[in-house]
């Protein structure tokens, strides 16, 4: 069934591109943006795929909607956050391999799979519930949804496929949105990932569907988002033989990927999560006429934004590897002789849930209502009810225990986003009522710009102050292999940052560093641990891109230090570089041929640990010093955009064969993989 399904997908697509109509609604842009944090206001260095921009805030006073405009949106304000439309035409192969989400990563080979970036700036603070962390990536939640407006119908297909029979992995995913008039769009998601896995016991499939939508008048703006997400990923524990993978011509046989012997088998976690979000604001305010025979027209001064979101989250690892082995003369289940001690006795069935019910009701006063109002001005109270279950110890029997948490917020946003000169972004919360009382957060970011040699140079800076309870799964957890009770200090954070991007060079310098106490943390054991004692980490990064006709060579080098590489562990140096031809063919034809590659040097990269869902801090293995390199062709014509690549192309020279994205978890072996994109409107 599925064999058909995706042909007649495939042939629906085919017949789609033979038929597109020659007019473009999309924003000729070369460029597509990454998710912002949900207070970001400002450009910021953010977590960056290559050939990527930062997004910037627009004004929604005097918004002017071009033929297509998608956003995302602030969610406690309301404010909505222009981002370019994904109409990249060069680089587009990067967006397609766990590779591209950052210059350096960690995964476990597949596509869909566990995700972790080896630059630490760029990791978020863990969420209420870890294990969905893990698979940002691949995340939908009402921060990431973007958010149309479009004047026609418009329809994008994404295909991807690698490998072959029967351990090919494929990517579909579809999106149409269209507008009902001028103030109202509904819009729908589709997110289908099915990686067998080159490995033994490694297959995954993501099924990711999302509904959305906003109106927006003078008056009343609304956004809506409902989405439904299940992950179903096959553990492995990883290989167990590395020879098979750094010298496979001293195993002594012939021998295909899926017969390298790896840890587990049958076992496998299971991921559901679903989301409901809801946005209203009503502008307060009056019309205004320019002249005498304009059309009046409205100047919203304050808002009135109420936001409601649910949340629903459950996670569950099992395993039915459970033959009986004896390891020194005990007998065990056999999944069992990899953890040094067991809580029950039963199979491994494991679960946790968790459920979020925020509420936020803000007041806003607009910029630039008058001329002499130079800033925005946002308070708001914020109310969560939480809800966690997982297995417990109740009368000296396993049973099931759940706990129920109320977490009441305050906060405000000081900030400008008008003018060219200076933009800023102030924000505060404070934690007054329930589980999160004394928790702080303030942030700032400003920005500037100045013209050299005619262009515009823009510097921005940005600092925060945070003091972070931890959450009830880093003090509570409850498995077979795991199990914990602690009282953890609040964690603080202190970072001051920068950037500076020169256009005329092509450049962009950016540097940061954060201090950090009672940082909380997997140990080498594989047990939550808080590190009391100060801990710095200093980042500096730059991204320059070179062009010499049709020759291009795109680099981004982050340079990283920690003072305490047992606690927070970073490689030295991490590049990403991309090197390629770019040229227009009879003015239709857009070809980039290239080859780029993904380093950093060796370091005591993270483990990954099944049973928990997260990542450690391993003590045994160094990871590094080996390229992950492609070779590919990209091409893109009016509304299709295609590409080809063989994929880790420097295992096909290099040896010994180092391609270890993490200690036991090699990524895919050499192959090609395809892939397609296609615009539709009408």
């Not at 591109?17 to 910021?44: C, G, M």
């Not at 909607?65 to 909505?80: E, I, K, M, N, Y």
């Not at 710009?449 to 003090?475: C, D, E, H, M, V």
């Not at 080498?524 to 590190?531: E, F, L, T, V, Y």
Request: glycine fraction near 6%; hydrophobic fraction near 35%; proline fraction near 5%.
């Amino acid at each position: 069934m599925k064999k058909f399904i995706f042909i007649a997908i495939w042939m629906s697509v085919c017949v789609s591109v033979s038929v597109a109509q020659s007019r473009i609604i999309l924003p000729d842009s070369t460029q597509i943006t990454t998710n912002p944090d949900s207070l970001d206001q400002l450009p910021r260095q953010v977590p960056q795929r290559p050939g990527q921009a930062q997004e910037e805030p627009f004004d929604t006073i005097n918004l002017e909607l071009p033929a297509a405009t998608v956003w995302h949106l602030h969610p406690r304000s309301g404010d909505r956050i222009v981002v370019a439309m994904d109409t990249l035409k060069h680089n587009f192969q990067q967006t397609t391999v766990p590779d591209g989400y950052s210059v350096a990563g960690g995964y476990l080979g597949p596509i869909g799979s566990p995700f972790i970036s080896k630059i630490f700036f760029e990791r978020d603070e863990g969420s209420q519930f870890p294990f969905y962390d893990v698979y940002k990536p691949y995340n939908k939640t009402p921060e990431q949804q973007v958010f149309y407006n479009t004047r026609v119908p418009y329809a994008k297909l994404d295909y991807q496929t690698a490998g072959s029979r029967p351990m090919r992995e494929q990517r579909f995913r579809a999106l149409l949105t269209t507008n009902f008039n001028k103030r109202m769009n509904v819009g729908f998601e589709g997110d289908l990932i099915s990686a067998k896995g080159l490995y033994k016991s490694q297959e995954n499939k993501h099924n990711d569907w999302s509904l959305f939508g906003n109106y927006l008048s003078d008056r009343f703006e609304t956004h809506a988002f409902a989405s439904t997400s299940t992950i179903k990923h096959f553990e492995n524990g990883g290989v167990t033989d590395e020879r098979f993978i750094r010298e496979p011509e001293s195993v002594g046989e012939n021998f295909s990927t899926v017969d390298i012997p790896v840890k587990f088998s049958d076992t496998w976690n299971k991921m559901k999560t679903s989301h409901l979000f809801f946005s209203g604001k009503y502008n307060l305010g009056y019309s205004s006429r320019r002249d005498s025979v304009s059309e009046a027209e409205f100047v919203p001064v304050a808002s009135v934004i109420f936001t409601s979101r649910y949340t629903g989250q459950d996670r569950r690892f099992l395993s039915h590897d459970t033959a009986n082995v004896s390891v020194e003369g005990k007998t065990m289940q056999r999944i069992d002789q990899f953890y040094p001690g067991t809580f029950y006795n039963k199979a491994v069935d494991d679960s946790v849930t968790f459920s979020s019910f925020k509420n936020t009701f803000a007041l806003s006063l607009r910029e630039g209502f008058k001329p002499w109002v130079k800033f925005g001005l946002t308070g708001y109270l914020e109310h969560e009810i939480r809800n966690f279950s997982m297995i417990d110890s109740i009368n000296g029997e396993i049973g099931r225990g759940k706990h129920r948490e109320n977490s009441v917020f305050i906060g405000g946003i000081l900030n400008k986003q008008q003018g060219e000169n200076l933009r800023f972004n102030l924000q505060a919360n404070l934690g007054v009522v329930g589980a999160n009382l004394g928790e702080m957060k303030m942030s700032g970011e400003v920005e500037t710009g100045f013209n050299i040699a005619g262009k515009r140079t823009s510097l921005s800076g940005q600092a925060y102050l945070k003091n972070i309870k931890p959450t009830y799964y880093q003090k509570h957890y409850h498995s077979k292999y795991f199990w914990w009770d602690r009282n953890f200090g609040d964690t603080r954070r202190v970072f001051v940052g920068g950037k500076l991007h020169i256009p005329f060079t092509n450049t962009t310098l950016s540097a940061g560093v954060e201090n950090l106490q009672n940082y909380i943390y997997l140990d080498k054991d594989r047990n939550i641990a808080q590190h009391s004692p100060n801990v710095q980490v200093l980042t500096a990064r730059i991204d320059q891109n070179l062009k010499l006709g049709v020759f291009n060579w795109d680099n981004q080098v982050v340079y990283q230090t920690s003072s305490n590489q047992d606690v927070i562990p970073v490689p030295m140096v991490s590049a990403y570089s991309n090197m390629y031809l770019k040229a227009l063919i009879v003015n239709e034809l857009t070809f980039q041929f290239g080859v780029d590659a993904h380093y950093h040097t060796k370091y005591f990269s993270p483990g990954y640990e099944p049973a928990l869902l997260q990542f450690y801090n391993q003590q045994e293995k160094e990871i590094g010093n080996y390229p992950i390199a492609s070779v590919y062709a990209n091409m893109h014509l009016k509304q299709t955009r295609f590409f080809v690549m063989y994929y880790n192309a420097a295992a096909a020279i290099l040896k010994p064969r180092e391609y270890f994205s993490l200690p036991n978890y090699p990524v895919n072996p050499t192959m090609i993989k395809l892939g397609l994109s296609v615009d539709l409107h009408n």
